[in-house]
């Protein structure tokens, strides 16, 4: 006779064995039919499930995070059964849910159309008209292996046979032909699903990840609770392509890739002006806060890494290079090893900590091509890092500051919508219990003190100690994870770090690992994008461009030019042989965001028209008072 806990603590009691759909209907009636999955004791089931003892029960509806994954990895196996019923003879592989949707893999000769999804799209709507039920049935390895490769599904043999022995297999059945090796949960029918999806690409992808393997065609999908949702995404996707930072950066100037050296910047002019003020802006925020800067070699022999750990951990993705003298040597994928060379020069002492010493280091990791993808993900990238060396006792007040100044800068660059993700220990680990509770309880006090939201992920903490992510939402809803704090308990013993403590024993210090923006590459994308090219005023990158009328008027704009320019404005004065309007229509399409216009007119009154971007407005003041207007403009967001 199971007794049932319910999330707020009620409880029910059955007779007898009782499934997820029999408690939901218990519930209520409303219930069982918004009803997707159940959770029995934090795992997730069909709701045909069978509880057979006391449990603790959650009814997930598509209000819930797991509740739309459920809906959206249904969508993958109808999308997968449509394109089986229309193409005969493809193979399926592989279809998870991914963020905002879900993809399968395909095995097929003819390369898929844009055609063809709607094709796709309109026969998965009448699979889910037809309302198809779900069954899940547990089958013996061998008895898969064989039937698979039998109905010419070579890959998900190919998957079974790398599935551990001890591991229960589980079939899914859609309707009476049409089943899939999953491991669940799913709908109890297709119906379930609704109508709010929609398929939204085709690219390739090698089987299992791995270049070596076949081509695959894989078809991208998204699925959500109801048409408004979907709308709603649609429209960030529309949103998305207009701001997409690649083709951004080319119409403002900014940079440009190329096959020479993938995954590293060709910085321009402009971008590197935006580079360097947000490096401005950082250095004052973090002097203001107490910060020491340093810089350490990009180059280090590989017996520091293998003594940090980063060899075994991230050997694979490391540049190497072997001397003539046959010393192997890696450019360095993080800052941490390099920063605490610089922490053990020198005896240090409990009146030096804690000690907060930042750096704007390059670092290359070596990502795989079909990852890389314009400033967001590249091989090449510079880290605004810091670590800050102190003691157990200090962790809780150095983390609050952290948080704090964390905070602080995204709000100066228009970011104020911030979660927060709290991961605490994992299974695996290094450093005494006592101290990982000291650690937590003054990340979770941090967390507290923002009054932010905030995210737990439960045993997600590195193996050196706690952690909190900083996750960005951006002006169109996009979630974007920049800065991070890290407790470490484990590096700085490793590489021989200690202060002498009080007493006069020596003791390792405590090591706090902070980024803000992370990659000032990709924060850098990311800013483009959620501003649409419109950066703040003083943070772009060309800032106002003077444009006389007619040749007569050139002397007047170049003076002006002048006293821009030796306030530190960046300005040019465009003294082309255009059209006024078409010059006008040219800059602002690079996103200038102040055009200077002077005739006769303003010479004559020593004033100028100014034109903003975005406005078709303008107005003709005195040139001294708009050169105070715009050195205001130009501060930094610092108070």
Request: charged share 30%.
């Amino acid at each position: 006779m199971p007794n049932i806990t319910l999330p707020d603590g009620k409880k029910l009691s059955f007779k007898s064995k009782v499934t997820g759909l029999e408690v939901a209907e218990k519930i209520s009636k409303s219930l069982s039919k918004q009803a997707l999955i159940i959770s029995v004791n934090g795992e997730l089931k069909d709701l045909s499930f069978s509880i057979e003892e006391d449990s603790s029960v959650k009814i997930i509806t598509n209000k819930d995070k797991e509740g739309l994954d459920v809906l959206r990895h249904d969508a993958a196996h109808i999308m997968a059964m449509a394109v089986q019923e229309l193409f005969p003879g493809t193979q399926v592989t592989i279809g998870p849910v991914i963020e905002n949707g879900f993809y399968y893999d395909f095995v097929r000769k003819e390369p898929f159309t844009s055609d063809d999804l709607k094709k796709i799209e309109k026969k998965m709507s009448e699979i889910i008209d037809r309302d198809v039920k779900t069954k899940r049935e547990v089958w013996e390895r061998n008895k898969a292996i064989a039937h698979f490769k039998k109905i010419g599904e070579k890959y998900k043999a190919e998957i079974i046979e790398s599935i551990p022995e001890n591991e229960e297999l589980s079939v899914y059945h859609h309707g009476d032909t049409w089943h899939d090796l999953c491991r669940g949960p799913h709908l109890a029918s297709s119906s379930k699903i609704g109508k709010a999806f929609k398929l939204t690409k085709v690219s390739g992808a090698y089987w299992r990840g791995d270049s070596n393997n076949e081509m695959l065609q894989r078809i991208y999908g998204t699925c959500w609770s109801s048409k408004k949702e979907l709308d709603d995404y649609l429209h960030r996707l529309e949103e998305a392509e207009k701001r997409d930072h690649r083709k951004l950066g080319k119409e403002m100037d900014l940079f440009h890739f190329r096959e020479e050296s993938p995954g590293a910047v060709f910085w321009h002019e402009k971008g590197w002006n935006l580079f360097q003020r947000l490096i401005e802006y950082m250095r004052l925020k973090q002097r203001n806060a107490g910060y020491k800067e340093i810089n350490t070699p990009e180059i280090l022999d590989k017996a520091l890494w293998e003594k940090s750990g980063h060899w075994e951990k991230f050997g694979e993705n490391m540049f190497t290079s072997e001397t003539p003298d046959e010393k192997t040597f890696a450019i360095k994928p993080m800052n941490c090893p390099g920063c605490i060379q610089v922490f053990n020069q020198g005896l240090k002492s409990y009146r030096d900590l804690p000690l907060k010493l930042s750096e704007f280091g390059k670092v290359h990791r070596y990502e795989p091509s079909g990852a890389l993808h314009g400033l967001l993900r590249v091989r090449a990238f510079t880290q605004d890092d810091a670590h800050i060396f102190c003691t157990e006792d200090q962790i809780t007040e150095e983390c609050l500051s952290i948080t704090s100044l964390i905070l602080e800068i995204y709000k100066d660059l228009g970011f104020k919508n911030v979660l927060l993700q709290f991961s605490d220990r994992p299974s695996k680990r290094v450093g005494d219990d006592k101290i990982w509770d000291k650690a937590e309880a003054a990340l979770l006090k941090a967390i507290k003190k923002s009054k932010l939201k905030y995210e737990i992920n439960k045993g997600d903490g590195a193996f050196y100690g706690p952690k909190i992510d900083f996750v960005l939402r951006d002006s169109i809803g996009r979630d974007w994870q920049c800065g991070t704090l890290q407790v470490d308990l484990n590096l700085p013993g490793r590489l021989g770090a200690t202060f002498v403590d009080k007493d006069g024993s020596k003791k390792v210090p405590v090591m706090l690992h902070r980024a803000l923006f992370g990659s000032l590459e990709r924060f850098i994308g990311i800013l483009i994008e959620n501003y649409a090219g419109k950066l703040p005023f003083w943070l772009s990158p060309s800032q106002v461009i003077v444009l006389p009328i007619a040749e007569e008027h050139n002397e007047y704009g170049k003076k002006i030019f002048k006293e821009l320019f030796k306030e530190g404005i960046k300005c040019e004065v465009d003294l082309r042989n255009q059209k006024i309007n078409y010059k006008i229509r040219e800059h602002f399409l690079s996103k200038v965001p102040l055009l200077l216009i002077c005739g006769s007119k303003e010479v004559k009154a020593k004033s100028v028209t100014i034109r903003k971007l975005g406005s078709e407005k303008q107005e003709t003041i005195k040139f001294s008072k708009a050169l105070e207007n715009i050195k205001s403009l130009n501060n930094l967001p610092i108070k």
